[in-house]
């Protein structure tokens, strides 16, 4: 497994990690033991390895394998959208003091920045660990229909953007906890074993969690979904589906007339009863869409923040009974 890490120099001076925002988080959906930071204990943090994730998947891995050994911070706030999230001054100060930062570059060009200036943590870089590649508003799998372009064939800087959404392939999740787990270990010898064998039961239930998805998804009437933004693309890959979005990779991105008319007549060829929204994002676009069409809507959440409830095995079980439904799958 490789994973690019980058020591850095600590300042002299050290910071507590009180300017970025934490999540305490039960990993009860894995069984899992969390560690939750609390960045009022100067003696808890002072015994455990200081984790900044960039935001909550990584933040959920690192928790899950670091167990009782760490203290996990989220850099992006719970509830915000993380693609266009800006760190605050003090947030880049505060990064200083990390001992690790879990990250994937060109998600969110705020961290991309501050990780440039700061000195002291150790930088992760998960990109390689999990292959990321290209995705754009329309995921074909090799039996779909191949006669609709993309939804971003007009815009071919968006069609060529690399997609970081890794998460919602739990096979590229035990990818990034492998990588997550090869760095702890490095930073925090001592305590080795106990990540070893965190992950090894992380990694048998994100096996579970795909075996669900590639038996959820196997007998389906259909096979295309259209998502509120291109999140989708490696889990469609994955289960033999095809995604069509409202908008491309960025969820920001306004689509064109002509984006939108693309999506509507995929929806109509496909026979496509459900648009599906999401959490942080205006559903107005998706809601306009399926009123055109006469389909529905409902949630499919990209895990781009903590859930409401539970955590992302439990986000990821709520996703694939919406599939289920939207797809008609026996």
Known sequence: MNVSLRPRRRPRARRTLAALSTVALGLTGLSLTACSADSTDDDAAGDT?????????????????GGDNVTVTSITPTNVEPHDYELAPKDVTALSSTDLVAYVPGFQPSLDDALAEVA?????????????????GVEHDDEADGAHESTQADDGADAATTDPHFWLDPVRMQSAAQAIETALAQA??????????????LT??????????????????????VAAHAAFGYLAERYGLTQASVSGVDPESEPSPAELATVKQVVQETGTTTIFTEELVSPKTAEALAAETGATTAVLNPLESAPESGDYADAMS????????????E
């Open 204 to 225: 048998e239930a994100l096996g579970g969690l795909d075996a669900d998805f590639s038996t959820g998804l196997a007998q389906c009437e259909r096979t295309t979904f």
């Open 188 to 201: 925090d010898p001592d305590h080795a074993a106990d990540y070893q064998a965190n992950l090894a039961e």
């Open 318 to 329: 709520a996703n694939l009974q919406a599939l289920r439904t939207a797809l008609a799958c």
């Open 120 to 136: 002291g943590p150790t930088v992760v870089d998960l990109s390689e660990a999990v292959d990321l590649v290209p995705h754009d």
């Open 49 to 65: 390895l200081s984790v900044a994730a960039s935001f909550y998947p990584i933040q959920y891995l690192a928790e899950a394998i």
